[in-house]
């Protein structure tokens, strides 16, 4: 029996590679200081796993910003836009051009666009998005995949497995850059650059390749099929005898498994963690000379492993396939974990002897092979840390859990429908056509964060401190006012983020030191993790809220994270059910709507950024999720009196597909990121007739550019080309944390302006 690691965190254990990199991008550090950095940490990362005992393991995992932009250099689908780049010469041009596609290039009188970035399937890692023309042609231009073989053979010897993703999910998760073709019929082009590259890598010595497969896992059509077929029987029939593993993750493979486990290749990978089921029919289809390498390790979560559920899946297929066919792994790449539970000092022991990061899970892989082949005091020390987290009472609260079984239809329902609960909203706040408001919050400047980082260093009191915020607030709401917008926000300066902030307040969540994932290129978050049952032990945003409020005869108003957002931003418990956990912070998200109630806040905004993002992979398993999400939504806003008006805002809102769940939610106005996309996005509300208000974002905050007046009026002119005037608010596409003062005041007296504009002429 085999074990094998699928790919692991290159940011280092202390961030290097992020720091190096902004050092080489800021020019304080040269280009072979940078490639150093890269090195130790790529050698230390196989050193890691071969210490672990790790039989077959991962090489090109490694990326200087993704490993699908990687993959594009390699594949030479380099967008004909950067040429100019390398044409400009220098001698690093060939790294100039990669960090040209990554990040956009502004020099020498050049100003050439980034590659468009998306979210890596349904994890919160960002990859580069391909590219493809009508003529797109393919070819090895780039070295590194080789190189890097070679630097992990020198240490790791016949261990060293190349990683790439497949020919086929390559294509499928890029994207057209030109109307007349389908990017998947360029695989026959494709697959004899992969013929080209696998050769090479056996010709070096590589006894196996993984080929990364995701969307194998995903829904396809008849022609997606084809090509999977297409590709690996080409492959099949041209490798020369390397042994390919081909790795899916985050879905089963459901009614793609007949195709997958026929594909002519030596192993499959399957991810066990998010879809054990699936087993079954894998090893009931599995022909008699594929391998199997089952992820039973969950790679994207921070929890120790529960080696007697691992052990019933590795004992099933041993039981069918033998050990000689059996592959012990992850459930998928660890760069979704981080890095080191050993750094984590600080933590409470207890807590810290139930979590597992990615050098720890090493660490499972190898001892649950021993514990397959008998190794009972492994299995028993296990058993041990799990019951303890099973029967402690720092994660099970019995009021909590009675207060979620307890939950009924009633609580997901305002007392009255919106018709009538907007009548009362008109009544009581007097709102122009047209109001006018923003989406929370404003610049965080860096005196801003500094306080924060004053005040946990001890050079701030805590009343230093509140009375600095305040100050940026009442600031905050002057201008605000002098502007002439009509609902006021309090600016959320007391918040380092969105999640954190109410997770630090919340019980059942803890933070971590060290605990980064990459995210994107040297952009790295902290998730935190929730591990016990959530409760809200005291108010945690009225205190800021009502000071903002008393500043002000205008409405001001209060600004929440919804549930889903909170679940989707943090690592989530693996002992119970998503829903659950997302309706115990539902009910403290409730709490808390209805204290800012109490304290006379009439508006109260819950953002629920995140629920587009946490929509799953495959169609089938949809509605189960959108059901619970909206009702944890519902719950959380239904609390209040119809007399209290509830904002939801959404980040990117592709809503084509799921319209009908958004219009569930029944929030009184909603708020969404539109203007990138010249109102396109507000079709579905008008297909479908969205009943509440609407406030379609009517410019980018995602730059410094200053939207003129004539601009954004136009933009709201197409909005009420679609949806009832009467229904539209006007705001900003979202928050304006990132923005800096000078261009936050430009851009948000324009858009006062030509709401103005859009009320003389209505
Ligand atoms: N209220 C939050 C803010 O303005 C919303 C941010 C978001 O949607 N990502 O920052
Ligand atoms: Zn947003």
Same mark, same amino acid.
């Given at each position: 029996?085999?074990?094998?690691?699928?790919?692991?965190?290159?940011?280092?254990?202390?961030?290097?590679?992020?720091?190096?990199?902004?050092?080489?991008?800021?020019?304080?550090?040269?280009?072979?200081?940078?490639?150093?950095?890269?090195?130790?940490?790529?050698?230390?990362?196989?050193?890691?796993?071969?210490?672990?005992?790790?039989?077959?393991?991962?090489?090109?995992?490694?990326?200087?910003?993704?490993? #699908?932009?990687?993959?594009?250099?390699?594949?030479?689908?380099?967008?004909?836009?950067?040429?100019?780049?390398?044409?400009?010469?220098?001698?690093?041009?060939?790294?100039?051009?990669?960090?040209?596609?990554?990040?956009?290039?502004?020099?020498?009188?050049?100003?050439?666009?980034?590659?468009?970035?998306?979210?890596?399937?349904?994890?919160?890692?960002?990859?580069?998005?391909?590219?493809?023309?009508?003529?797109?042609?393919?070819?090895?231009?780039?070295?590194?995949?080789?190189?890097?073989?070679?630097?992990?053979? =020198?240490?790791?010897?016949?261990?060293?497995?190349?990683?790439?993703?497949?020919?086929?999910?390559?294509?499928?998760?890029?994207?057209?850059?030109?109307?007349?073709?389908?990017?998947?019929?360029?695989?026959?082009?494709?697959?004899?650059?992969?013929?080209?590259?696998?050769?090479?890598?056996?010709?070096?010595?590589?006894?196996?390749?993984?080929?990364?497969?995701?969307?194998?896992?995903?829904?396809?059509?008849?022609?997606?099929?084809?090509?999977?077929?297409?590709?690996?029987?080409?492959?099949?029939?041209?490798?020369?005898?390397?042994?390919?593993?081909?790795?899916?993750?985050?879905?089963?493979?459901?009614?793609?498994?007949?195709?997958?486990?026929?594909?002519?290749?030596?192993?499959?990978?399957?991810?066990?963690?998010?879809?054990?089921?699936?087993?079954?029919?894998?090893?009931?289809?599995?022909?008699?000379?594929?391998?199997?390498?089952?992820?039973?390790?969950?790679?994207?979560?921070?929890?120790?492993?529960?080696?007697?559920?691992?052990?019933?899946?590795?004992?099933?297929?041993?039981?069918?396939?033998?050990?000689?066919?059996?592959?012990?792994?992850? =459930?998928? =790449?660890?760069?979704?974990?981080?890095?080191?539970?050993?750094?984590? #000092?600080?933590?409470?022991?207890?807590?810290?002897?139930?979590?597992?990061?990615?050098?720890?899970?090493?660490?499972?892989?190898?001892?649950?092979?021993?514990?397959?082949?008998?190794?009972?005091?492994?299995?028993?020390?296990?058993?041990?840390?799990?019951?303890?987290?099973? =029967?402690?009472?720092?994660?099970?609260?019995?009021?909590?859990?009675?207060?979620?079984?307890?939950?009924?239809?009633?609580?997901?329902?305002?007392?009255?429908?919106?018709?009538?609960?907007?009548?009362?909203?008109?009544?009581?706040?007097?709102?122009?056509?047209?109001?006018?408001?923003?989406?929370?919050?404003?610049?965080?400047?860096?005196?801003?964060?500094?306080?924060?980082?004053?005040?946990?260093?001890?050079?701030?009191?805590?009343?230093?401190?509140?009375?600095?915020?305040?100050?940026?607030?009442?600031?905050?709401?002057?201008?605000?006012?002098?502007?002439?917008?009509?609902?006021?926000?309090?600016?959320?300066?007391?918040?380092?983020?969105?999640?954190?902030?109410?997770?630090?307040?919340?019980?059942?969540?803890?933070?971590?030191?060290?605990?980064?994932?990459?995210?994107?290129?040297?952009?790295?978050?902290?998730?935190?993790?929730?591990?016990?049952?959530?409760?809200?032990?005291?108010?945690?945003?009225?205190? /800021?809220?009502?000071?903002?409020?008393?500043?002000?005869?205008?409405?001001?108003?209060?600004?929440?994270?919804?549930?889903?957002?909170?679940?989707?931003?943090?690592?989530?418990?693996?002992?119970?059910?998503?829903?659950?956990?997302?309706?115990?912070?539902?009910?403290?998200?409730?709490?808390?709507?209805?204290?800012?109630?109490?304290?006379?806040?009439?508006?109260?905004?819950?953002?629920?950024?995140?629920?587009?993002?946490?929509?799953?992979?495959?169609?089938?398993?949809?509605?189960?999720?959108?059901? /619970?999400?909206?009702?944890?939504?519902?719950?959380?806003?239904?609390?209040?009196?119809?007399?209290?008006?509830?904002?939801?805002?959404?980040?990117?809102?592709?809503?084509?597909?799921?319209?009908?769940?958004?219009?569930?939610?029944?929030?009184?106005?909603?708020?969404?990121?539109?203007?990138?996309?010249?109102?396109?996005?507000?079709?579905?509300?008008?297909?479908?007739?969205?009943?509440?208000?609407?406030?379609?974002?009517?410019?980018?905050?995602?730059?410094?550019?200053?939207?003129?007046?004539?601009?954004?009026?136009?933009?709201?002119?197409?909005?009420?080309?679609?949806?009832?005037?009467?229904?539209?608010?006007?705001?900003?596409?979202?928050?304006?944390?990132?923005?800096?003062?000078?261009?936050?005041?430009?851009?948000?007296?324009?858009?006062?302006?030509?709401?103005?504009?859009?009320?003389?002429? #209505?």
């Amino acid at each position: 029996m085999l074990t094998q690691n699928l790919g692991y965190p290159r940011i280092g254990g202390h961030r290097e590679l992020k720091k190096a990199s902004e050092q080489y991008w800021a020019g304080k550090i040269d280009l072979n200081q940078l490639k150093e950095v890269a090195a130790r940490i790529r050698e230390d990362n196989w050193k890691t796993q071969l210490d672990a005992g790790i039989d077959l393991i991962p090489c090109n995992d490694f990326s200087f910003y993704d490993q #699908t932009l990687d993959a594009s250099v390699l594949l030479g689908a380099i967008p004909g836009r950067y040429s100019p780049v390398l044409a400009a010469g220098g001698t690093d041009s060939e790294t100039d051009l990669y960090f040209a596609m990554a990040r956009g290039y502004q020099k020498n009188g050049l100003d050439i666009t980034a590659m468009e970035m998306t979210k890596w399937l349904d994890t919160n890692y960002h990859y580069i998005v391909p590219e493809f023309t009508a003529g797109q042609e393919f070819n090895i231009s780039n070295e590194n995949i080789f190189n890097e073989y070679k630097s992990a053979k =020198s240490i790791l010897g016949k261990k060293a497995k190349p990683v790439l993703i497949g020919p086929v999910s390559y294509l499928l998760l890029g994207k057209e850059k030109e109307q007349g073709f389908e990017r998947i019929d360029l695989i026959k082009k494709l697959v004899p650059v992969y013929i080209e590259i696998i050769g090479r890598l056996k010709e070096l010595g590589a006894e196996w390749i993984q080929l990364d497969e995701p969307c194998l896992a995903l829904d396809l059509s008849k022609k997606e099929k084809e090509a999977f077929e297409l590709a690996y029987r080409a492959i099949a029939a041209n490798a020369g005898g390397i042994k390919v593993l081909v790795a899916t993750y985050f879905e089963a493979l459901l009614d793609n498994t007949q195709l997958a486990v026929n594909l002519p290749v030596a192993a499959l990978h399957i991810d066990l963690v998010r879809a054990p089921e699936q087993l079954d029919e894998v090893l009931a289809l599995i022909p008699p000379d594929l391998q199997l390498s089952i992820g039973v390790v969950d790679g994207r979560n921070v929890w120790k492993n529960d080696y007697e559920k691992a052990l019933g899946l590795i004992n099933q297929s041993i039981h069918k396939l033998g050990t000689d066919r059996v592959i012990i792994a992850p =459930s998928c =790449s660890l760069l979704h974990s981080p890095i080191d539970l050993e750094l984590e #000092t600080a933590l409470d022991p207890e807590v810290r002897s139930w979590m597992a990061f990615a050098k720890q899970k090493l660490n499972e892989v190898a001892e649950l092979k021993q514990v397959a082949e008998g190794n009972d005091v492994l299995l028993q020390a296990n058993k041990k840390a799990i019951e303890s987290r099973h =029967s402690s009472q720092r994660v099970h609260k019995q009021s909590v859990k009675g207060r979620v079984a307890a939950i009924t239809e009633a609580d997901g329902q305002r007392k009255s429908a919106f018709a009538v609960r907007q009548q009362l909203h008109r009544e009581r706040f007097e709102l122009p056509l047209f109001p006018t408001t923003t989406i929370g919050s404003f610049p965080q400047t860096d005196d801003i964060r500094e306080l924060r980082a004053k005040l946990k260093k001890g050079e701030l009191t805590v009343e230093q401190y509140d009375a600095a915020i305040e100050q940026a607030t009442v600031e905050a709401i002057r201008w605000q006012e002098d502007l002439g917008l009509d609902v006021l926000v309090h600016g959320e300066f007391e918040r380092n983020d969105m999640v954190e902030y109410f997770g630090e307040q919340l019980d059942g969540f803890l933070f971590t030191k060290n605990g980064w994932v990459q995210s994107y290129g040297s952009r790295c978050v902290k998730p935190p993790v929730i591990y016990g049952d959530i409760s809200r032990p005291k108010n945690m945003t009225v205190r /800021w809220t009502r000071f903002a409020a008393s500043q002000t005869n205008k409405p001001m108003k209060g600004m929440l994270t919804g549930p889903v957002t909170i679940l989707q931003w943090s690592f989530v418990r693996d002992d119970q059910p998503r829903d659950i956990t997302a309706n115990q912070i539902a009910l403290a998200i409730r709490d808390e709507v209805v204290a800012l109630e109490r304290a006379g806040i009439g508006i109260i905004q819950i953002d629920e950024a995140a629920i587009r993002e946490g929509l799953p992979l495959r169609k089938a398993n949809r509605s189960f999720y959108l059901g /619970w999400a909206v009702n944890a939504f519902r719950i959380t806003a239904s609390g209040v009196e119809d007399r209290t008006q509830i904002h939801t805002h959404m980040c990117y809102s592709e809503f084509n597909d799921i319209i009908e769940h958004i219009a569930a939610m029944d929030a009184d106005v909603i708020t969404i990121e539109t203007s990138r996309s010249q109102m396109e996005l507000l079709q579905a509300f008008a297909h479908f007739e969205y009943p509440n208000e609407i406030g379609p974002g009517v410019y980018d905050i995602h730059s410094p550019r200053v939207p003129g007046i004539d601009e954004m009026a136009s933009l709201l002119a197409k909005a009420a080309d679609l949806l009832p005037a009467q229904h539209l608010w006007v705001n900003p596409d979202c928050g304006l944390k990132t923005r800096k003062w000078p261009e936050t005041k430009a851009a948000l007296e324009n858009m006062v302006a030509a709401a103005r504009q859009a009320r003389t002429k #209505t």
